[in-house]
């Protein structure tokens, strides 16, 4: 079954303590995005990737790093978690960015910082 | 910048009920614009994906219209039920992203 693949689903954690969450899709896509959602503010753009090895922020990268070293994976790393990162976290990918192919998302990670 | 708008932000309707969801964006500078359903604790499901050539897209009871010039989109959805109880969200495709409207929370009560 085609899908995008996030773990965990839940995570609560302490500030400061790195963590990474991490995604994985099976399609042969090329494009890949994390995304966070926070109720009155909607779905943000953490980081991207076109490709391998190729990986740019997106509109809210601040205390995240990803790495895009094989095509199916793109882990989003939290180094020093704070409160202000609480939030839905979604990975979502595409064969490919402004190709009209619609976004595969995954369910979801919840993440709480205490 | 771009700035996507859901109007309206709920919707609570009976059973049977044609609906109209709205969705406004800022700039017609996009590749596409995409549809998509959030069930509650779930990801997103992409609905619907017209192009920025297309006006419409439809999908069984679902038809989604784009007007780039007064950039507007409409979710149309015939004969509502139950089960399409959900959040929609649309979301315009740029260069190398999408950026999303904040969702309309549909309710359809039997």
């Known amino acids: 079954e085609a899908q995008v693949t996030q773990n965990p689903r839940y995570l609560i954690t302490v500030t400061g303590k790195k963590l990474t969450v991490t995604c994985s899709q099976n399609?042969?896509?090329?494009?890949m995005s994390w995304y966070r959602q926070d109720p009155g503010l909607g779905l943000r753009q953490i980081y991207y990737?076109?490709?391998?090895?190729?990986?740019d922020k997106g509109d809210v990268p601040e205390g995240y790093k990803v790495s895009r070293k094989e095509k199916r994976n793109f882990p989003l790393i939290l180094e020093s978690p704070s409160p202000n990162q609480t939030s839905l976290y979604f990975c979502?990918?595409?064969?490919?960015?402004?190709?009209?192919?619609?976004?595969?998302f995954g369910n979801g990670t919840r993440l709480t910082v205490t | 910048k771009q700035e996507v708008t859901q109007i309206p932000a709920a919707l609570s309707v009976p059973e049977g009920e044609n609906l109209v969801l709205n969705c406004s964006f800022t700039?017609?500078?996009?590749?596409?614009l995409q549809w998509f359903r959030q069930d509650p604790g779930k990801g997103l499901t992409s609905l619907l994906l017209?192009?920025?050539?297309?006006r419409e897209q439809t999908s069984g009871r679902l038809n989604a219209s784009l007007d780039k010039s007064s950039g507007r989109s409409t979710l149309y959805i015939a004969a509502s039920q139950p089960g399409d109880s959900a959040t929609y969200l649309c979301?315009?495709?740029?260069?190398?992203?999408?950026?999303f409207g904040t969702g309309t929370r549909l309710q359809v009560f039997p």
């Open positions: 979502a990918s595409s064969l490919r960015t402004g190709s009209n192919s619609p976004l595969h």
């Open positions: 700039d017609s500078a996009i590749y596409n």
């Open positions: 399609m042969n896509h090329e494009y």
């Open positions: 979301a315009v495709g740029q260069t190398d992203k999408l950026i």
């Open positions: 990737s076109m490709n391998v090895e190729v990986t």
């Open positions: 017209i192009q920025s050539s297309q």
